[in-house]
């Protein structure tokens, strides 16, 4: 067996971390209350990843410390623990949730250099440094925001691929990813309640399209739910 066979296979031995970004669907807002409120693996996310209701974003303190069991608060219900359960159940591994998502917050709003990224770091380094974690992917939910704004289609789609580059990059830096030689793929799922938002239509679908043909292995769709009335921020 070659060094490089054996780094790959000590590289995924370790927690894959998948990351949840986006806007308030990805945090779960108005979700009608909390599902996961027991953990039924050994999935984990930082003690202190709690939902800012004055900001509209979920933080964390990085010195406070360590992992706890991934469950929901009392209102909230995020994607995170469907993903994370998901994932233990058809793989067995468990895994650590990072999340960097702002409700109402168009892409400008939670790009690199913004406090919703900058929270997202925070918890990609700590996992890193203490529980030698690589990154496996991005969920990205997003997209009511640069709708109502008139982002144009050629634009989203670009600030799509510069997120998972950008992520790929940090996650490469501060964990064991860069061993694996993969991907850090970022999944969409076509989100924009257009509906809700008194908007006839909406460039943000085709864009996430575009995005996903354009940069296959990257950026992937995983599901339309653009035709679904919600009242997503």
Known sequence: MSAATLILIAALAQTPIINVMGQSLAIGFDAGGSLTTTQPYSNVMPSTLAYDTTNLWMSVDPTAWPMTALIESATLESPRSGLANYFRSVTGVDVA???????????VGIAKGTAPYNYWTQQVESMGARSKSWCRAT????????????????????NIYTLQQDVQAKCIASTTSGLTGLPVPL????????????LATSAIPFAQYDAARARPGLVSLVGPKYQYVCTAV
């Open 97 to 107: 949730v990072a999340m960097g998502a702002k409700g109402s917050a168009a892409y």
């Open 139 to 158: 969920y990205f939910d997003h997209g009511e925001s640069d709708a109502v704004a008139g982002t144009a289609r050629s634009t989203y789609a670009a």
């Open 187 to 198: 999944f969409l799922d076509q989100n924009h309640s257009y509906t809700a938002n008194s």
